[in-house]
């Protein structure tokens, strides 16, 4: 039965996402207020499917954490489903999957969101079972004893024994040298092993409070009846510390070229580029953006073109933008083809990069760029749970949820000569971190 039921959700969550597509050109309607305790609350209210998520977003993510103590907002979103004062333990995710629903969560640098999709008539479970893991979350022997293994058991398997897994790591710890951006979500093993009961409940009891995150609720909703059930099960939470931690450290600018090389248990030799790039939501952010787009977004963007398709130097090319609170990086990944150097590989990724900076693009690439990011920007709110964290992020980072609807004219007032500025500004060795990824059997003993 219980299969029956998860398989009807998958199908209305696939269905809701090519209904709604359509409707998502135009503007997504919210309504938002403050509880006295400090947390914030989104309703977003569509009939289209009968569901419902309900979301509920940390701002605490890896840069939060004491240097000493790394990989603290990972272990909580494994923690958080050991169960809660009133929730038996393994009991958390039992509840969801019986009321035919889905549930996850997700950590990064900057925050933590823990999310249920529920068939409509269950909004009431899945305020309760937020509400439970605010307040009275399991943060105990057994289970904080039990994640510890769980998470340094995936250190090991997404990381240490997988190939190119522990690029991440890698690229962070050369491109930042103060900025709590240099380690990663999964933290340091030895730091979780030694960490104390005592450690692990100051971290929940500084970040895990209301006036610390968003809650979302979205979907086939009345909005007076989902503004009702919030403040029923979270308006009592006490508020937390007023002073929660948030870095104030600003990475000096890179002045130089960091070059080196990682051997891994890897096949296909890999480089890297680190570019370090402005913050999300800054201006130049989305010109950056979209330079990437230019660059590698499809087999038709530049680096493709040239790089796989005319000069056969790669068999993969793709050039990212990190989305982080604070400035970021763009990465570029190129896989050589087999018995191209890596070097000759880089030669011609840093030829398609001058190109930019030295060239305007055409008119009809930057009418292609402007046609993609519309298309995004619908694709990204097409369903009820993309739009649930969209909202929510947007309050966390910039509180202002409204940007959900806004942002895409910070892409619209792009033009090519913000495109050819910001390649000069930012994509320049000087500027850089990169790494070539070479199998062990090339290591000179």
């Not at 039921?5 to 207020?33: D, M, P, R, Y």
């Not at 380690?183 to 093993?189: A, E, H, L, N, V």
């Not at 990475?251 to 570019?275: F, G, K």
Request: glycine share 4%; no cysteine; aromatic share 10%.
């Amino acid at each position: 039965m219980k299969v029956k039921k998860l398989a009807i959700v998958v199908f209305i969550l696939t269905f809701a996402g090519l209904s709604s597509l359509h409707a998502q050109s135009s503007k997504i309607q919210f309504e938002e207020f403050n509880m006295d305790n400090g947390l914030h609350v989104i309703l977003h209210e569509d009939h289209s499917t009968p569901i419902v998520a309900v979301s509920v977003m940390y701002h605490v993510g890896s840069k939060n954490e004491d240097p000493d103590l790394r990989g603290f907002a990972h272990f909580f979103e494994h923690l958080m489903f050991e169960g809660t004062k009133n929730i038996d333990r393994g009991a958390y995710s039992r509840y969801v999957e019986k009321a035919g629903g889905t549930l996850n969560a997700s950590t990064s640098s900057d925050r933590t969101y823990y999310y249920e999709i529920l068939p409509s008539n269950q909004l009431e479970l899945g305020l309760w079972l937020e509400s439970e893991r605010m307040l009275h979350a399991r943060v105990d022997s057994e289970g904080v004893n039990t994640q510890k293994k769980v998470v340094i058991e995936e250190k090991k398997q997404r990381y240490d024994n997988r190939p190119y897994g522990s690029l991440m790591i890698e690229i962070m710890k050369r491109a930042y040298d103060k900025h709590p951006y240099r380690w990663t979500t999964i933290g340091d093993p030895d730091h979780i092993r030694s960490a104390s009961i005592q450690d692990f409940r100051d971290f929940y009891q500084e970040f895990y409070v209301p006036n610390n995150a968003v809650l979302t609720i979205a979907g086939d909703v009345n909005k007076e009846e989902a503004r009702s059930l919030a403040k029923k099960y979270f308006a009592d939470i006490p508020r937390g510390p007023e002073d929660i931690y948030r870095p104030q450290v600003k990475e000096p600018e890179q002045q130089q070229e960091v070059r080196d090389t990682v051997y891994d248990d890897i096949r296909l030799p890999a480089v890297i580029q680190a570019y370090h790039i402005p913050a999300l939501g800054t201006e130049d952010y989305y010109a950056v953006d979209m330079l990437a787009s230019l660059l590698s977004e499809g087999q038709s963007s530049r680096l493709y073109q040239k790089l796989v398709d005319q000069k056969e130097l790669a068999m993969q090319v793709r050039l990212m933008p990190m989305d982080m609170e604070d400035p970021g990086l763009a990465l570029t990944f190129a896989l050589p083809n087999v018995g191209v150097d890596p070097a000759k590989l880089e030669t011609a990724m840093d030829k398609e990069i001058k190109r930019v900076r030295n060239e305007l693009i055409t008119d009809r690439e930057m009418q292609k760029l402007k046609n993609q990011f519309e298309s995004k920007m619908v694709q990204r709110n097409s369903s009820i749970s993309r739009r649930a964290m969209n909202l929510a992020r947007k309050y966390t980072y910039f509180e202002n949820t409204n940007r959900v609807n806004t942002e895409i004219e910070k892409y619209r007032a792009v033009d090519k000569q913000d495109l050819k500025r910001v390649a000069n500004e930012y994509f320049t060795p000087e500027n850089r971190v990169v790494l070539y990824y070479l199998p062990q059997s090339q290591k000179k003993k």
